[in-house]
């Protein structure tokens, strides 16, 4: 339950540029620019610009557009081997705004990202990824717009954050502070619990829900994690006189790991 501080494993592909990608791709007139002006099926087309992973999780960024279509298509992650032999994913649609990928490829609309998608698995160290666009038309179809290794580390980073302060009330208790798990890009959301009058085995326990507050001031001094990660909640107690509150960060991938951001004592009437 020590606190700790750790910044998340970044593993990234270099981001193509989407000018170069366009532009000899049309000036080869293989495609158009616009859905379904030209004859015959055209595989997908895409690319992954991050890869990032923690303890159990990794998290895929990027983009796939079949040119037959402007609908969003599926896109699909093999860990540990490519199609047919890894450990298969399937991220779903491709459906997520990239105003810079609409910019690129003017009629197809802006929804074709993949906005880091979250994929559970048990592998861990050196592990190869392939990531396929799926043929909006032909599903046996595919284009391999990405792979490579991501190094996926065997310990989970334990939630961090800060119990800035507590206030007793008339039958109540009010808490405040800041709580993410650095396992994730910006900062995973999580659950905040509160135990007063002991610790979480003890205490009279309580949760406040999860800490998705605004909190620019933690963005301000930790630019890496994003700032909606505050919490501030009154909840009533049946504790009465001065007593100790413990409030604990409870881990985004296993709900039994927890930090305790800190103690206060306050005085409840």
């Keep these: 339950m020590s606190l700790r501080f750790g910044m998340l494993k970044t ?8 000018a ?3 532009g000899p791709v049309l000036a080869l007139g293989m495609w158009s620019a616009s859905p379904l002006a030209h004859a015959g099926n055209q595989l997908p087309i895409g690319d992954v610009n991050a890869v990032k992973a923690s ?3 990794v998290q895929i960024d990027g983009w796939a557009i079949d040119p037959d279509t402007s609908d969003s298509i599926p896109v699909h992650v093999y860990l540990g081997g ?15 705004a990239r105003p810079d990928v609409a910019a690129a490829y003017p009629g197809y609309g802006l929804g074709h990202g993949t906005a880091y998608n979250l994929l559970s698995t048990a592998q861990t160290g050196k592990v190869p990824y392939y990531v ?8 046996s179809k595919h284009t391999l717009i990405g792979n490579g290794t991501v190094n996926i580390p065997m310990t989970n980073k334990l939630p961090v954050g800060s119990f800035d302060g507590a206030a007793g009330g008339n039958g109540m208790v009010t808490v405040s502070g800041w709580a993410l798990d650095p396992d994730l890009r910006g900062g995973a959301i999580i659950p905040v619990h509160v135990y007063v009058g002991g610790p979480y085995d003890s205490g009279e326990g309580h949760d406040v829900g999860e800490a998705d507050a605004s909190r620019p001031d933690v963005t301000a001094a930790i630019p890496h994690y994003d700032s909606n990660h505050g919490y501030n909640a009154t909840f009533l107690t049946a ?31």
Excluded: M
């Excluded at 890894?86 to 997520?96: I, K």
């Excluded at 396929?132 to 599903?139: E, K, L, N, S």
């Design 239 to 269: 504790r009465r006189g001065t007593v100790p509150v413990y409030v604990y960060a409870i881990d985004f991938q296993d709900a039994h790991s927890h930090t305790l951001l800190g103690i206060h004592n306050v005085t409840i009437e």
């Design 82 to 96: 490519p199609a047919g032999s890894g450990e298969l994913h399937d991220l779903g649609y491709a459906n997520v």
């Design 20 to 22: 170069a990608l366009c």
């Design 11 to 18: 593993l990234s592909t270099p981001r193509k540029s989407l």
């Design 55 to 57: 303890w159990g999780i």
């Design 132 to 139: 396929y666009a799926i043929d909006g038309q032909d599903a």
